[in-house]
């Protein structure tokens, strides 16, 4: 099992440009995550999705959208990126059944917006 | 409002020297403590659930334990490769079905040769 992947591992954008970021598990999981990582901060929340065809907003979900395409994939999208959204983005999904379960981390998309 | 602290923010040590990291939390319906492994540029790795006060988890040199107000992690004897950023992180109740984890800022261990 690869577990949890994202692609691209690095990007840099301009101001104003778009881009999408893709995530993807092979766990079966239902429930699946995106969080953003900056330096002195702990990782927040943006978007998360309990089960496909279901999206909620997080703590930080002001300047991106999101996409539950099936249960494997949930993607994050950028619509006119800022310097303010320069940080790594981790995708995560967690086991299935039950209201509490550990999230398995995917390696991270370093993103920077100049 | 919920908060999650860490300390110390970073620690440095001699191998073998044991010690222990903190993390306390202010939250109001805890579901779940998770303590996470992260190496420079990686993403976060799991290493433990606690669920209620008193409960124990072990794994090699580590051991979690969690307290109605804290959790710690112990290490025992570190070794060189046990040199990371440690996370600790909580899952609340929610009735607004909010379902991810409120992340603290990190201890960044360094375990000396």
């Known amino acids: 099992n690869a577990g949890v992947t994202q692609t691209p591992k690095f990007q840099v954008l301009k101001t104003g440009q778009s881009m999408t970021l893709q995530c993807a598990q092979d766990?079966?999981?239902?429930?699946m995550y995106w969080y953003r990582q900056d330096p002195g901060m702990g990782l927040r929340l943006i978007y998360y999705?309990?089960?496909?065809?279901?999206?909620d907003k997080g703590e930080v979900p002001n300047g991106y959208n999101v996409s539950r395409l099936n249960k494997r994939e949930f993607s994050l999208r950028l619509e006119s990126a800022a310097p303010s959204q320069t940080s790594v983005y981790f995708c995560?999904?967690?086991?299935?059944?039950?209201?509490?379960?550990?999230?398995?981390f995917g390696p991270g998309t370093r993103l920077t917006v100049l | 409002e919920d908060q999650v602290t860490q300390s110390p923010e970073a620690l440095r040590l001699q191998e073998g020297e044991s010690s222990s990291l903190n993390c306390s939390y202010t939250?109001?319906?805890?579901?779940?403590l998770f303590w996470y492994r992260q190496d420079p540029g990686k993403g976060p790795e799991f290493l433990f659930t606690?669920?209620?006060a008193g409960e124990e988890k072990e794994k090699e040199r580590l051991k979690a334990t969690l307290t109605k107000k804290e959790s710690f992690l112990h290490i025992t004897a570190p070794k060189p490769e046990d040199s990371a950023t440690y996370l600790c992180?909580?899952?609340?109740?929610?009735?607004?079905?909010?379902?991810?984890?409120?992340f603290g800022k990190g201890t960044h261990l360094i375990i000396q040769p």
């Open positions: 995560a999904s967690r086991t299935s059944g039950g209201v509490v379960g550990e999230q398995f």
């Open positions: 766990m079966n999981h239902n429930s």
């Open positions: 999705s309990a089960s496909e065809g279901t999206t």
């Open positions: 939250v109001s319906g805890l579901r779940g």
């Open positions: 606690l669920y209620s």
């Open positions: 992180a909580v899952q609340l109740y929610s009735g607004g079905g909010a379902d991810g984890l409120t």
